[in-house]
Nanobody
Framework: VRLVESGGGLVQAGGSLRLSCAAS????????MGWFRQAPGKEREFVAA?????????VYADSVKGRFTISRDNAKNTVYLQMSSLKPEETAVYFC?????????????????WGQGTQVTVSS
C-alpha cells in the first residue's frame, strides 16, 4: 500500500486547511486510515482515524475534537483531514498511515504503511 499526502501549506492562525491522502496498491485490504503529526523537536502524535470501507467510525485526539474532521472517498481511494481554527502550535508535518491488521488505533506501533508527510505551518 502506498500513501501520498497533499494539501499542506502556510495558513494564518484561525484559518482552515484540507489535507488529502491518496492510497494505491492493495487498498482492498485496508481496514482503517489515520492521520498523525510531528512538530519540530516533538514526538509523532495521533490526530484522527477512520474506518476505510465498512461503516464510518471515527476517532479523534482530544486536542482536535470539534475542529478537525476526517472523511473518506472510496471512489477516489482518498482520505481527507479538514482542519479549522488552526493554532500556531499545530505547525507540524502531517502524515497519513494505515494498519496492516484490522484495527483502528491511535497508537503509532499499530500502523504499518506511512506516507512521506506534508508540512503544515500555522502563522500567528
Amino acid at each position: 500500500v502506498r500513501l501520498v499526502e497533499s494539501g499542506g501549506g502556510l495558513v494564518q492562525a484561525g484559518g482552515s486547511l484540507r489535507l488529502s491522502c491518496a492510497a494505491s496498491g492493495r487498498t482492498a485490504r485496508l481496514y482503517a486510515m489515520g492521520w498523525f503529526r510531528q512538530a519540530p523537536g516533538k514526538e509523532r502524535e495521533f490526530v484522527a482515524a477512520i474506518t476505510y470501507w465498512s461503516g464510518t467510525r471515527t476517532v479523534y485526539a482530544d486536542s482536535v475534537k470539534g475542529r478537525f474532521t476526517i472523511s473518506r472517498d472510496n471512489a477516489k481511494n482518498t482520505v481527507y483531514l479538514q482542519m479549522s481554527s488552526l493554532k500556531p502550535e499545530e505547525t507540524a508535518v502531517y502524515f497519513c498511515a494505515a494498519p496492516a491488521k484490522q484495527t483502528m488505533s491511535s497508537q503509532i506501533r499499530d500502523y504499518d504503511y506511512w506516507g512521506q508527510g506534508t508540512q503544515v505551518t500555522v502563522s500567528s
